[in-house]
């Protein structure tokens, strides 16, 4: 089966600016958008629970959202994870 790449929506540079990501948020944000809950997220990058949990609510915050779902949604917008059909 062929996996297609759709470019995302640009986001408004204010946005982009906005969501500035740390290294290890990205990384956090991209197993979210594989499906993976917190304690695995934790149990594949050697980290606590809290930790990724910590992660979580910056990437939130720094996306202006409350949830995983939207979280993954406004970074798509924003051209920060690309959508795949």
Not at 5 to 21: D, F, M, N, S, W
Not at 27 to 49: D, K, M, N, W, Y
Not at 63 to 70: E, F, G, H, S
């Amino acid at each position: 089966m062929r996996v297609l790449h759709i470019a995302p929506e640009p986001g408004t540079y204010q946005e982009v600016q906005q969501a500035r990501l740390s290294g290890r948020e990205f990384q956090i944000l991209r197993l979210v958008a594989e499906g993976l809950e917190s304690r695995e997220i934790a149990g594949s990058l050697f980290l606590s629970t809290r930790t990724v949990d910590f992660h979580l609510a910056s990437i939130y915050r720094k996306l202006d959202v409350n949830n995983r779902i939207r979280a993954l949604s406004a970074a798509r917008r924003v051209g920060i994870l690309q959508s795949e059909l």
